[in-house]
């Protein structure tokens, strides 16, 4: 998998520009600013999912933490918040400490691909903009289906291009930066979770966000380059740069979209 994030550098870009939520935002004004909308998200995602203090939550990819402490500070439910990046671990455990959700939540590390969970432990398992990342993502989903108990919730918002729009340079492009040789559309992100065994409870196609925040994004990179600039290495910036311009521009063009699925297993 992508050790992308555990890069120092790396890691340091991402907190200076996305703060809190490495995450995509819903944008109801074009003024919002992207705090407002990568809150929102968590807010429109969960909404649907029948969430409690008895409940006990799986996130995978779970970043800086922050929607595990959401979820817990809303509902009181329990949140095991795993990730393959020691450094967002440590990140998110550093942001949780003293907060009201410290005691509901537990860090830990985990390949999404091979959960060290017993079957049916989970009463909902959500992946937000995660399983992008996964060069075998109808493992991931088998291994959702295997950790939640009947009548689970899988949660999955995702970054997802659109290989039928993608010339053959931005295919080669996508595909190098993900480490993968197939690119899936949202159709087959549909059909992977229902040959996971989930039943499809709903589907929101999110393309309009997706150009909005990738624009907001980049603009706050141009913003803050000079600061940047005193901390963090040119090969790091200008890779980052070239790399968030080239997305900006495929979800200008529908070719980037950002998509939310509500599953259940029967």
């Known amino acids: 998998m992508d050790k992308h994030y555990d890069n120092a550098a790396v890691d340091r870009l991402y907190n200076r520009i996305w703060g809190e939520d490495i995450h995509y935002g819903v944008y109801l004004h074009e003024d919002d600013s992207i705090e407002l909308a990568t809150g929102r998200t968590k807010e429109v995602m969960a909404d649907p999912v029948p969430l409690g203090s008895e409940s006990l939550v799986l996130e995978v990819g779970c970043g800086y933490g922050s ?7 809303r509902f009181g439910c329990r949140v095991v918040a795993s990730n393959i990046s020691e450094t967002q671990l440590e990140h998110a455990r550093e942001r949780t400490r003293g907060s009201a959700a410290e005691a509901l939540i537990t860090f830990e590390e985990a390949d999404y691909h091979e959960l060290p969970y ?3 432990s989970f ?20 291994e959702a289906f295997r950790v939640l108990k009947p009548g689970g919730y899988a ?3 995702d970054q997802i291009f659109r ?45 309009e966000h997706a150009a909005t925040h990738r624009r907001k994004i980049l603009d706050r990179m141009k913003d803050l380059m000079p600061e940047l600039r005193e901390e963090i290495d040119p090969d790091t910036l200008e890779r980052n740069y070239r790399s968030w311009s080239d997305w900006a521009d495929l979800a200008r063009d529908g070719k980037l979209g950002f998509d939310y699925y509500l599953a259940r297993k029967p």
């Open 118 to 120: 017993d079957d049916n």
């Open 67 to 73: 929607t595990a402490r959401y979820l817990a500070e």
């Open 163 to 207: 290989p039928d729009r993608l010339d053959p340079e931005e295919t080669r492009a996508v595909m190098a930066r993900y480490h993968t040789d197939r690119l899936s559309g949202p159709r087959d992100y549909a059909e992977m979770i229902r040959n996971a065994g989930f039943t499809l409870v709903e589907y929101r196609d999110w393309q």
């Open 123 to 142: 009463d909902c398992w959500w992946c937000q903009e995660a399983l992008v990342h996964s060069p075998d993502k109808p493992r991931v989903l088998a």
């Open 155 to 157: 949660v999955v918002s």
